[in-house]
Nanobody, 122 residues
Framework: QVQLVESGGGLVQAGGSLRLSCAAS????????MGWFRQAPGKEREFVAG????????YYADSVKGRFTISRDNAKNTVYLQMNSLKPEDTTVYYC???????????????WGQGTQVTVSS
């Protein structure tokens, strides 16, 4: 069992940056694949980025490739999502997720945080 708590959301102007953090606690949290998802009202959940337990291999959705960077610090049991060149269409709630499965690039995740709101103004 893993508990996840996101932070770092907020309001930013288009073209700006934000860094989301996700603190994981629980048994062997540092050995889990981690991911970031987002879901706007009335839309399907989108798998934004994933990272393997070592922090070496990553996955990005085409919509954020080149703008977002996922990373992790296993000593702190924390995963990050650095978001640059933000656009109004990036506005939504972002969720951190974890799973014991090593296939970090697949969107099926088992544990979820409560979400953090990101709002990008034009």
């Amino acid at each position: 069992q893993v508990q996840l708590v996101e932070s770092g959301g907020g309001l930013v102007q288009a073209g700006g940056s934000l860094r989301l953090s996700c603190a994981a606690s629980g048994r062997a949290a540092s050995s889990y694949s981690m991911g970031w998802f987002r879901q706007a009202p009335g839309k399907e959940r989108e798998f934004v980025a994933g990272i393997d337990w070592r922090g070496i291999s990553t996955y990005y959705a085409d919509s954020v490739k080149g703008r977002f960077t996922i990373s992790r610090d296993n000593a702190k049991n924390t995963v990050y999502l650095q978001m640059n060149s933000l656009k109004p269409e990036d506005t939504t709630v972002y969720y951190c997720a974890a799973k014991g499965d090593s296939r970090y690039y697949l969107p099926q995740y088992d544990y979820w945080g409560q979400g953090t709101q990101v709002t990008v103004s034009s």
